[in-house]
């Protein structure tokens, strides 16, 4: 069966750092591109962040380039966010997706997506 399961939301204050974790079960992250998106509230499905298999190449929607960083441990068959200076526009439920291509993951489309963790960035 397989399972995404994200954590490490919660509150924090603009400017604040969050890391997000989403642990895999079911399939090997290894052999699998993985992304980040994100839904804010009345808004769309966004992609955040996507990596490739390995690890060698990653992509960063324009409004968080620079904010946040993509990793994963294959070992231990984990994804991450590291997500710093946030700001009111990053409150969203995050999602972590496995991804059919690299190019699939910018237009939203994936294999298996998480239930999400929620971020509030309030003062």
């Known amino acids: 069966q397989v399972q995404l399961v994200e954590s490490g939301g919660g509150l924090v204050q603009p400017g604040g750092s969050l890391r997000l974790s989403c642990a895999v079960s079911?399939?090997?992250?290894?052999?699998?591109?993985m992304s980040w998106v994100r839904q804010a509230p009345g808004k769309g499905l966004e992609w955040v962040s996507i990596i490739s298999i390995g690890g060698g190449t990653t992509n960063y929607a324009v409004s968080v380039k620079g904010q946040f960083t993509i990793s994963r441990d294959d070992a231990k068959n984990m994804l991450y966010l590291q997500m710093n200076s946030v700001n009111i526009e990053d409150t969203a439920l995050y999602f972590c997706?496995?991804?059919?291509?690299?190019?699939?993951?910018?237009?939203?489309?994936?294999?298996?997506r998480g239930q999400g963790t929620q971020v509030t960035v309030s003062s």
């Open positions: 997706a496995r991804n059919p291509s690299f190019y699939a993951a910018t237009q939203l489309q994936y294999n298996y």
């Open positions: 079911g399939f090997t992250i290894g052999n699998s591109v």
